[in-house]
């Protein structure tokens, strides 16, 4: 069962406002085993309308509609979704009543437009709406030959979300066949999309009924298996199947199995051996420390840092020779050792990373003057070694920035390793 989800409102197809409502729906469906197959934005324009709906009910069997059911003359939903379907609006007077007693509670005349959330599609289920004025509408019909399921929706999410749990859901699992969907998530840092696809697709293209897809952003690359069966140990056996085979070819690549952070993994990774971690960020300004902070506990092992942004402040705070920096700059191995190092004998942590460089847009000054834009330098020590690792990064400053947190993370779990 293929499932289109389409989210009505010409404000999300503005920058300002996004389709939130998608999410959370395309979950629940997949809790009853539905694969979201399409979704759509559509503004409020009757024409665009009806055709959306009209495209979504030739090539999906569940069509979820959000938005468009308010009192206004933009509000189109009822109607565009009853022209579609070639069926008459009939005015509820129950849901006439309540919506006047709803706004008589309020010591407020209803104006003359609301009356419009009392028409119901000929065959509709009325929906209640305990949070709102909306109402939403469930048909169960055949539209060319083929049963399809439609729901009507409020926009706002405290309507939408209560109204598809109690009263969706329940009439979903009734009227679908019984089945299961599991999925798992692989995680690998700083490596190409397209050395992972080269690696694995030979391994998952031999599993034709679990869907698999490539995500690659934000310093890494995802791999996401999802298999639909009916019952959930048969779809587990099949994407732990092609997890595994796909771990086996990636083997240290990958930091997750399940779908964790990066920064979950290390913290998670520090407890396991009792060690402790101290930063002392340059250029990243507090991003490390950022991404550490956000997983909750991460206090165990975390001790904190520093944030040495200035030559002054690197001498300050961790003890960094004002000579180093005079002689080898800022942004240099020298001075990424030392600031690792110091922040480590500072703190008293078992290890201690460091991140300094040139994230831009404009070149650095001083004795850094010469070097590039994106050029980075990340250390790591535990006392008795330290290793740097020089790295030439590209894109603007948040990517910089973005990649040398990836970078030291990433550092600290081989090491850990």
Not at 36 to 56: C, E, M, P, Q, Y
């Amino acid at each position: 069962m293929l499932a289109e989800i389409i989210a009505v409102g010409s404000e999300m197809l503005t920058p300002h406002r996004q389709d939130t409502n998608s999410l959370y729906l395309t979950a629940g469906l997949n809790d009853l085993g539905v694969t979201v197959a399409f979704k759509t934005i559509v503004g409020d324009n009757r024409d665009h309308l009806v055709s959306a709906i009209l495209i979504a009910l030739s090539r999906a069997d569940i069509v979820l509609l959000s938005g468009g059911l308010g009192p206004t003359a933009d509000d189109l939903t009822r109607e565009c979704c009853a022209q579609a379907l070639k069926l008459p609006l009939q005015r509820s007077e129950a849901l006439l009543q309540a919506l006047l007693q709803r706004f008589s509670a309020r010591n407020m005349p209803m104006p003359p437009n609301n009356a419009r959330q009392a028409d119901v599609i000929a065959g509709a289920t009325i929906l209640p709406n305990p949070n709102g004025s909306a109402p939403g509408q469930w048909l169960d019909l055949a539209f060319n030959g083929h049963r399809k399921l439609v729901a009507l929706l409020p926009g706002p999410p405290r309507e939408l979300k209560p109204i598809f749990d109690t009263e969706c859901k329940p009439r979903l699992a009734a009227a679908l066949p019984q089945n299961h969907l599991a999925r798992r998530m692989l995680r690998m840092a700083l490596i190409p999309e397209s050395q992972v696809d080269a690696r694995t697709a030979p391994i998952y293209q031999q599993f034709p009924d679990v869907e698999t897809t490539i995500l690659a952003g934000h310093a890494e690359i995802q791999l996401h298996f999802l298999c639909v069966k009916p019952t959930i140990a048969e779809a587990e056996a099949r994407v732990e199947a092609v997890a595994d085979a796909v771990a086996r070819e990636m083997g240290d690549d990958i930091f997750s199995l399940n779908g964790e952070s990066l920064e979950e993994v290390v913290l998670l990774m520090l407890g396991v051996r009792h060690r402790t971690l101290a930063i002392a960020e340059s250029c990243t300004g507090g991003w490390l420390g950022e991404r550490l902070t956000a997983v909750p506990n991460s206090s165990r092992v975390f001790l904190g840092g520093a944030i040495a942004y200035s030559d002054r402040s690197k001498t300050a705070l961790a003890d960094v020779p004002c000579y180093l920096i005079d002689e080898h700059g800022a942004v240099s191995d020298a001075v990424a050792r030392a600031l690792a190092e110091g922040i480590r004998r500072r703190t008293g942590s078992s290890l201690a990373l460091s991140i300094t460089g040139s994230a831009g847009p404009t070149a650095p000054r001083g004795p850094d003057a010469s070097k590039p834009v994106g050029l980075v330098y990340i250390a790591l020590t535990d006392g008795e070694d330290t290793q740097v690792k020089e790295l030439h990064l590209t894109g603007d400053r948040d990517r910089i920035r973005l990649w040398a947190t990836q970078h030291a993370l990433e550092l600290l779990r081989r090491y850990l390793q």
